[in-house]
């Protein structure tokens, strides 16, 4: 069974500080997706890594796949209290869409 | 997750009755999905479905639980019987027919809101 556990699953830090949240897993993932949800909402696409040692940014997130398609990095710079959320990496489980995903990492950005 | 539509976004059931969810996907997919979300715990997928198809149930409990696509209309999580237990969020989530570029082997899929149910 293919599982992702992601890390830490509770960060609280202060506005301007930088963070990494990681997702692993001991399987191989064809892609990884990263969600950030916020309370009462649905789940939102921030981004898909697919290639090996992939960096992809996005404003002042940087997401990272790992050399061997196994784990998955999120870094935030410079934090602010737009930021907080639930962040969710997901993976797809054989083909057609199915995910699975991590437990999730509750990120508190206190102004 | 603009598109997916879910509804009642709200819904509150006592035990021993019946909820159905719907959910309408973005416009061209034909592929959907329903997860469940319960406090403290991550989203489990339950089911994926095309039109009029069931693809894949193995996260569906196995009583009480169904779901449909139908060929017109929304796709429908029906619980019946409710419990206590099955008070969670559940997600509704659609994908494109074909493989977006870039995204591997799989599908993107998109999320809709929610429906959250609270059975008392």
């Known amino acids: 069974t293919q599982l992702l556990e992601q890390s830490p699953q509770f960060l609280s830090i202060q506005e301007g500080e930088n963070l990494t949240v990681y997702c692993n897993s001991s399987s191989v993932f064809s892609s990884l997706q990263w969600y950030r949800q916020e309370p009462g909402e649905g789940p939102v696409l921030l981004v898909t890594v697919v290639t090996g040692g992939e960096v992809k940014k996005l404003k002042r997130l940087t997401f990272q796949f790992g050399d061997a398609r196994k784990d998955s990095s999120l870094h935030i710079t410079a934090a602010q209290p737009g930021d907080t959320g639930l962040y969710l990496c997901a993976g797809p489980y054989n083909q057609g869409g199915k995910l699975i995903f991590g437990q999730g990492t509750e990120l508190s950005v206190k102004p | 997750n603009a598109g997916v539509m879910q509804n009642p976004r709200h819904l509150v059931r006592r035990r021993g009755q019946e909820a159905r969810l719907r959910c309408s996907p973005m416009k061209g997919h034909s592929h959907v999905y329903w997860y469940r979300q319960l406090p403290e715990e991550g989203l489990k997928f339950m089911v994926y479905?095309?039109?009029?198809?069931?693809?894949?149930e193995s996260g569906m409990p196995k009583e009480r639980f169904s779901a449909e696509f139908p060929k017109e209309g929304p796709s429908i999580l029906r619980i019946q019987q409710v419990v206590r237990g099955d008070s969670a969020a559940y997600f509704c989530?659609?994908?494109?027919?074909?493989?977006?570029?870039?995204?591997?082997?799989?599908?993107?899929?998109?999320f809709g809101e929610g429906s959250w149910l609270t059975v008392v």
């Open positions: 989530a659609s994908s494109p027919t074909r493989s977006e570029p870039g995204q591997g082997t799989g599908n993107t899929i998109y």
């Open positions: 479905l095309q039109k009029e198809n069931i693809i894949d």
